[in-house]
């Protein structure tokens, strides 16, 4: 292994040290990888069989949790190891029902991917999107274990297609199937001699599109929304909520609520956002001592239901693409056939930019933009309706990969 990865590695793990006593999730990440073996440990022995499922963060989690549905269902009788790489993943996923025992995977040294590997022993191990960790791929290699990866998603400047990728390269070899989203990635794969790959597309659209099948009824929220029409803005960042403070204080649209669910959800933060707007606005946290049908917006200071407030929606803002944080899921509110609003910067975001071409999305880079957009998708009901159907056309048209993986495992 590179000399110069290891040094990396180690550096890592003391600049994790250092700072975990001033923020709360590297403390989280440094206390929970310290706890792993002892947990995998006490709940795993040599007479269990198992599977391991590894996602870097919640996002890849939902990524693959279709997957990772249908192996529980099909492999009653083994104990599921699922290991995240961020305490934002575990820390939300950390009781999740698909898996036996949640932990963080240590960092990825010879040491520990030997002492994990021992320990754990999966039968079949599925990595998600891009999370690749040399040490532990080659031990998986050196044992002959099998081991996926699905949804990966390649570009040409990554290190695994440089001259100076060799050692990255071989890791992927540990693979012995890359399921990935698009052409691209697998002609990427081609050039350095992977050819077990197949372009199956990106299991978010199954997981998604699986919404519709539950109950998706919040009363709370059919309270507020009271029959008119609703603009959820999910998932926001300070930029993109200053969008909507000066829309809502500049126009006070009649008929119209808005539902605004921060990324950040510290009260001082929501508490700002707060006083900022000039109309009567309620909070998750204290719905029950206010009157809600009289509100205009309702402030989301909780986690875990952004997915079922998207149902409500007739209009859906996505955040994170105003600033510099990185797009969040406009899948999400596609599902449910309405239009989107997102900021300009999505150049990494490839289904952003196909809802855009489909008509489903807009992107904006402006407050005259978003004003201009906002108020034709309000006022203009053919017009919201069609973009709308354009984006649950774009989530239709892409399903199946879970299929195709499911298939290949011949499950």
Known sequence: MSFLYNIGINLTHFGLKCLSPFNDKIKSGVRGR?????????HLNTENKTLWFHCASLGEYEQGLPVFKALRKHYKDHKIVLSFFSPSGYEIRKNSPIADLVVYLPLDTKKNAKRFLNIVNPELTIFVKYDIWPHFLYEIKTRNLRAILISASFRANQSYFKFYGKQLRRALFAFEHIFTQNDVSKKLLHSIGYNHATVSGDTRFDRVYSQLELNNTLSFIDVFKNNELCVVAGSTWPEGEALFVDFINANRPKNVKFIIAPHNIKPNQINSLKEKLLVETVLFSE????????????????????????????????????????LHNTLEPAVFGIPIIIGSNHTKFPEAQAMIDKGGLFAISSQNEFDFILNKL????????????????????????VIQILDYLRI
Request: proline share 1%; no cysteine; hydrophobic share 30%.
């Open 34 to 42: 310290a706890d792993t073996f002892n947990t995998l440990k006490k």
């Open 287 to 326: 719905k029950d001592d206010q009157p809600l049908r009289e509100a205009r917006v309702f402030i989301v200071d909780t986690i875990g239901i952004l997915s079922k407030i998207y149902s409500y929606a007739d209009i859906a803002y996505v955040g994170g693409a105003v600033g510099n944080t990185g």
């Open 378 to 401: 309000i006022h203009k009901g053919d017009f919201r309706r069609e973009s709308g159907s354009k984006s649950s056309e774009y989530i239709k048209e892409n399903r199946g990969a």
